[in-house]
């Protein structure tokens, strides 16, 4: 995830320099069609398979076989998409981009498929030189080299392609003796009823991730579009990733301990606890210092991605949570009840973008903070109906998160001061945010975990009567 995340932020900052909004605009307003596309394809078959009690081989095979059927429907799909979707957001170049993008959509069920079978196995060895060669072979060398010659969007379309044909390519060689094609009647419609409620569930979160993009496209036009598409990225990948790594540990573990429920307790509060204060206290660092981050990262002529990754730093440990509760949830076989609740977010999102359309991208950052905050609260009440966790248990916790988040905000005041005062600034202010949160470490994590207090205590207390004596 270290690897995907630096290559994939750095690219971006490099062919900042290189392309025009425009262009990122026109990536932006592909991803709308293709994501959803590639939700479909996969269809839940990785996360099946991953989620299963007893995985045979007979049952990988009709996965390798459901993906395929539905990877076929889904091309199609792109097919009659591509130019009617030009049309409605009135972008040139915007159906070819889209079909080449779909060309490799058989890609992608298969690639979910496997990378499923390697996070069953807990093979994240394996993973990591998957990832490492597809973010590096496949995504960076053609991306920088293409930009440089001048390709325009297109270095962004063969980068996107390349980092799917490696890490399958590499996939395949590993499970070569599992990839052929199976039918058995009862396992596909087990396959389908989960998938087709784990892809609900998908439908609605890509409904609430692509309301802004398509909203922003189509009122005020594809560079716009760039400068909200860039802000995002910077803002939510670095945490994306790490919320990645917790949850891809986290789901094969909780799909094997949710049959006992209270054993799942104690893992999930304190995941939780931790995801949220810890990534909240980087997003304040990120948010404080958003002028110098987005320049250093994109260059100049990136003003208007400033605002929008200031406002979605502010909701780091809020989106955090949310993948965490995820896992759990589709671990537990929630996933047509997720999707529900997906649904009411991805509907809010659509009335707090109509109401903040004044604002601009500012009002668009907003709509999008409050729609996830709204999902982490259902998520959560979900996981905690679905473990049974009583009012007793869950008290504490919530009163501990409070804590840590006042302790967070009191600290960052100063540092705001100073910002908004015009004293410190630059690399200084960007200093001062890292060692104030840097020196809350220890206290937070006392104010979490009462085993680390007690150690803490201990220690001090036995220091003390040692100099005393």
């Not at 199976?182 to 009823?193: D, I, K, P, S």
């Amino acid at each position: 995830m270290l690897v995907q995340a630096v290559t994939q932020v750095g690219v971006l900052a490099l062919l900042a320099r290189f392309l025009a909004p425009e262009d990122f605009g026109l990536m932006a307003a592909a991803n709308i069609v293709i994501t959803l596309v590639q939700m479909i394809a996969e269809g839940g078959v990785g996360s099946a398979v991953v989620q299963r009690a007893n995985l045979t081989q007979s049952f990988t095979r009709v996965a390798v076989s459901v993906s395929l059927l539905i990877s076929a429907a889904c091309f199609v799909m792109i097919g009659l998409l591509a130019v009617p979707f030009e049309a409605l957001l009135a972008m040139d170049r915007l159906a070819p981009v889209v079909l080449v993008l779909g060309a490799g959509i058989f890609l992608y069920g298969l690639a979910s498929l496997l990378e499923g079978l390697l996070q069953r196995d807990l093979r994240f060895q394996a993973l990591f030189r998957v990832n490492l060669a597809g973010s590096i072979a496949g995504y960076a060398l053609p991306a920088v080299v293409l930009a440089l010659m001048g390709a325009g969007v297109w270095a962004l379309v063969i980068a996107t392609l390349g980092r799917v044909v490696v890490k399958l390519a590499l996939m395949v060689f590993m499970y070569e003796g599992r990839l052929w094609p199976g039918w058995e009647r009862g396992q596909a419609l087990e396959l389908f009823h989960f998938g087709f409620g784990l892809t609900q569930d998908r439908f609605w979160n890509w409904v609430s991730m692509q309301t802004a993009p398509f909203a922003i496209g189509l009122l005020f036009g594809q560079a716009q579009l760039g400068q909200f598409y860039m802000g995002s990225q910077l803002a939510v990948l670095p945490f994306q990733y790490l919320s990645t790594i917790a949850s891809t540990v986290y789901f094969p573990i909780a799909s094997r301990s949710v049959t006992d429920g209270r054993s799942a307790i104690t893992p999930f509060l304190m995941i939780i606890m931790s995801a949220f204060v810890f990534a909240t206290g980087v997003g304040f660092t990120f948010a404080l210092n958003s002028d110098l981050l987005v320049t250093v990262v994109f260059g100049p002529g990136w003003d208007q991605a400033i605002t929008v990754f200031q406002i979605l730093c502010l909701g780091a440990g809020i989106r955090s949570c949310i993948q965490l509760c995820d896992s759990l949830n589709i671990a537990r076989g929630d996933v047509y009840a997720l999707a529900n609740r997906r649904a009411a977010t991805a509907l809010f999102m659509l009335v707090g973008m109509y109401l903040a359309q004044d604002l601009g991208l500012a009002g668009a950052a907003w709509a999008v903070m409050a729609s996830h905050a709204l999902m982490l609260a259902l998520t959560i009440s979900l996981a905690v109906r679905g473990l049974q966790i009583r009012r007793a248990e869950i008290a504490p916790v919530v009163r501990r998160v409070i804590m840590a988040f006042l302790m967070l905000v009191a600290a960052n005041l100063p540092v705001w001061y100073l910002r908004e005062s015009g004293p410190v600034g630059g690399v200084a202010l960007l200093g001062w945010s890292i060692v104030t949160n840097a020196v809350l470490l220890l206290p937070l994590t006392m104010v979490l975990f009462d085993r680390v207090r007690n150690v803490v205590l201990r220690r001090l207390g036995h220091g003390i009567s040692s100099k005393v004596s």
